[in-house]
């Protein structure tokens, strides 16, 4: 998983309870991605990092924010839990500048979170 | 809007079989199409990145075309194994406009192999 890992792997938690997932990655790489992924979706893009403290939203980032203070970390908050925000997680990073565009993005093994 | 639609939504074939996944997309401008492999429980791996002016390319047994004409898409998989078992996406880069470097995933195409 080109050097990137999610912590927890496994989370279950009540609705109105707030959740962090950690991002690490050890390529020093620049982008760094979070992804939601639900049956019947693709997967689809919540917030994204072109830098330490440069983020920017996705297209599903309601519910969501997000931090990074070192390269190797991105930090994704749920401030208060739904049900909807059940799904499976990904972090993925990407070297190119410019986004995804013209450089491969490489994906962790995902979270998956229950919100009950 | 841009979109990414691949068919079928599920696969089951014999070991040992081809098959062709298919992909269709509006993503406009256009700059490459990627196609991922997903295992159960694990993240996407790249399988395949081809540009607006690569006709095939080829990874293994797999085996990708592009037509930038029709904006149409095929993974082909030669004598397949049980381990290709997974879900195949197909993504394409938004190359302008808002949404400028952003990805587009398909849904995916479930493949199951049986022995």
């Known amino acids: 998983d080109a050097g990137i890992t999610q912590s927890p792997r496994h989370k279950v938690t009540e609705t109105g309870t707030p959740v962090t997932l950690r991002c690490h990655q050890t390529?020093?790489?620049?982008?760094m991605y979070w992804y939601r992924q639900d049956p019947g979706h693709g997967l689809r893009l919540i917030h994204y990092?072109?830098?330490?403290?440069?983020?920017d939203k996705g297209e599903v980032s309601d519910g969501y924010s997000v931090s990074r203070s070192k390269t190797e970390d991105f930090l994704l908050t749920l401030e208060s839990a739904t049900s909807s925000q059940t799904s499976v997680y990904f972090c993925?990073?990407?070297?190119?500048?410019?986004?995804?565009?013209?450089?491969?993005?490489?994906f962790g093994p995902g979270t998956r979170l229950t919100v009950t | 809007k841009n979109q990414v639609e691949q068919s079928p939504q599920s696969l089951i074939i014999l070991e040992g079989k081809n098959c062709t996944l298919q992909?269709?997309?509006?993503?406009?401008?256009?700059?490459?199409l990627r196609w991922y492999k997903q295992d159960t429980g694990r993240g996407p791996v790249s399988l395949t990145i081809?540009?607006?002016?690569?006709n095939t390319k080829s990874n293994g047994r797999y085996t990708a075309t592009l037509d930038a004409d029709t904006k149409q898409s095929s993974l082909h998989i030669t004598a397949s194994q049980l381990s290709d078992s997974a879900s195949y996406i197909c993504?394409?880069?938004?190359?302008?406009?808002?949404?400028?470097?952003?990805?587009?995933f398909g849904q995916g195409t479930i493949l199951t192999v049986h022995p």
């Open positions: 993925a990073i990407s070297e190119a500048s410019g986004s995804a565009l013209q450089g491969e993005q490489y």
């Open positions: 390529e020093n790489h620049r982008y």
């Open positions: 990092s072109y830098g330490v403290k440069d983020t």
């Open positions: 992909c269709n997309y509006t993503v406009s401008p256009f700059s490459n």
């Open positions: 081809m540009t607006f002016s690569e």
């Open positions: 993504v394409v880069p938004n190359a302008g406009g808002t949404s400028y470097g952003k990805l587009t």
